[in-house]
């Protein structure tokens, strides 16, 4: 069960977009529409932000979009908020052998 | 309101076996597959295992197959996960999850933190 890849950091200064890359398999984000994004703050719970690469859950904010291009995934936080430093982790659907697949995670730092 | 509490964790010795619950509310429970994650210290988030709704289908991370087990009580709205043969890097909090539509795993619960150490 290989990780997906994301950049360990990413960084924007307020009011600006920042896109935080997810990439996988064929076997994973490229064979399935089903790839998740959360962001966790420290010492919480991840929380669901983008699900099935573009679905905002209500409540979420439009700031927040998600894309795919074949293995590769991308969370874009636009006009960056002091509240959205946290970390940020993709989940992608691998199949019925292996399930699902976890990125390591992107620390985003709002400059 | 969604909820999962989390319970069971505390310091267990190495070769220990703890049993960890997650008690659901808010949601038709037996509907759904659930699942567990756990982050080490400092570390990222690493699915562990799922189950789905019926209890009858499980999944396992390969660092867990063969020393976890993972269980259901639909009666009683509540997950479970059986730890054996416990190991230091077992350390970590470990999160219990709903599997909603697109596999989207949401709400979390807050977690409970098990410790590995003599």
């Known amino acids: 069960q290989s990780a997906l890849t994301q950049p360990p950091s990413a960084s924007g200064s307020p009011g600006q977009s920042v896109t935080i890359s997810c990439t996988g398999t064929?076997?994973?984000?490229?064979?399935?529409?089903?790839v998740s994004w959360y962001q966790q703050h420290p010492g919480k719970a991840p929380k669901l932000m983008v699900y099935?690469?573009?679905k905002r859950p209500s409540g979420v904010p439009d700031r927040f979009s998600g894309s795919k291009s074949g293995n590769t995934a991308s969370l874009t936080v636009s006009g960056l908020q002091a509240e959205d430093e946290a970390d940020y982790y993709c989940?992608?659907?691998?199949?019925?052998?292996?399930?699902?697949?976890f990125g390591g995670g992107t620390k985003l730092t709002v400059l | 309101e969604v909820q999962l509490v989390e319970s069971g964790g505390g310091l267990v010795p190495p070769g220990g076996s703890p049993r960890l619950s997650c008690a659901a509310s808010?949601?038709?429970?037996?509907?759904?597959?659930m699942t567990w994650v756990r982050q080490a210290p400092g570390r990222g988030l690493e699915w562990v295992s799922a189950?789905?709704?019926?209890?009858?289908?499980?999944y396992y991370a390969d660092s867990v197959k063969g020393r976890f087990t993972i269980s259901r009580d639909n009666s009683k709205n509540t997950l479970y996960l059986q730890m054996n043969s416990l190991r230091a890097d077992d350390t970590a909090v470990y999160y219990c999850?709903?599997?909603?539509?697109?596999?989207?795993?949401?709400?979390w619960g807050q977690g409970t933190l098990v410790t590995v150490s003599s």
């Open positions: 999850a709903k599997i909603g539509g697109g596999y989207r795993f949401d709400p």
């Open positions: 808010g949601f038709t429970f037996s509907s759904y597959t």
């Open positions: 189950i789905g709704s019926g209890g009858g289908t499980t």
């Open positions: 064929s076997s994973d984000i490229g064979g399935y529409n089903y």
């Open positions: 099935e690469v573009n």
């Open positions: 989940i992608s659907y691998a199949g019925s052998n292996n399930f699902v697949v």
